[in-house]
């Protein structure tokens, strides 16, 4: 099963609407998560992209100072 199905609806908004602008590095980003069974499975690049995004759609994290646990909430997990 794709991780994308469990990527926050806000976060997937935000790529959405930066693929006109930057149509390689969001597909990359979607290949990136298409292809991870596990979070830990996402690239860092990646991650930083989505942590991103997150920020900019107004997700309120449950621990600000952990990478890792934030990208974990955006996943639903």
Do not use: C, H, W
Request: charge should be neutral; glycine fraction near 2%; charged fraction near 25%.
């Amino acid at each position: 099963m794709s991780m994308l199905t469990k990527l926050d609806p806000r976060v997937r908004k935000a790529m959405e609407d930066d693929k006109k602008k930057y149509p390689t590095m969001v597909q990359f980003m979607i290949e990136d998560i298409q292809g991870a069974y596990l979070v830990s499975d996402i690239k860092v690049s990646t991650a930083t992209n989505l942590l991103s995004y997150a920020e900019s759609a107004g997700v309120v994290f449950n621990n600000p100072n952990s990478f890792v646990l934030k990208l974990y909430q955006i996943f639903d997990q």
